[in-house]
């Protein structure tokens, strides 16, 4: 897992997406003028197979206000506002500099959802349903 935290069975499978998103980051912050093109193909396959459909859960699941505090809104509106930004982003990767900065971006997202909103989520004992 990507957190010390076991993942529960009802998130299990975002945190599976998110190893594979860590990846298309990784290849994203190390692409250069030479693979630039083979990192772009890479990044459409997973937004086509992975991507677009695991935003599309977790806008539906964790945005139904599973947990009512003040920390739960904030992390759901950081949440959305990544996921709008990513999606506009991964569709205009022209050059390194962008590729770098989605790649940025996208490990830091993870890396929040992970290490925040997820424990956040299980910590507070509501049950999920991603169905």
């Known amino acids: 897992m990507l957190d010390p935290m076991k993942r529960s069975p009802e998130l299990a499978p975002l945190s599976h997406d998110h190893h594979h998103a860590l990846d298309v980051a990784r290849r994203l912050r190390r692409a250069d003028a030479e693979d630039l093109d083979e990192v772009r193909s890479y990044l459409d396959d997973f937004w086509r197979t992975i991507g677009s459909e695991h935003f599309a859960i977790e806008e539906r699941v964790l945005v139904a206000g599973l947990v009512d505090d003040a920390a739960w809104r904030e992390g759901v509106a950081r949440m959305l506002a990544e996921h709008d ?3 506009s982003r991964a569709a205009a990767v022209r050059d390194v500099a962008a590729a770098h900065a989605l790649g940025d971006l996208l490990h830091d997202h993870v890396r929040f959802e992970e290490r925040e ?15």
């Open 85 to 87: 930004e990513i999606r």
């Open 117 to 131: 909103l997820f424990v956040m989520l299980q910590e507070s004992g509501v049950p999920i349903a991603l169905e």
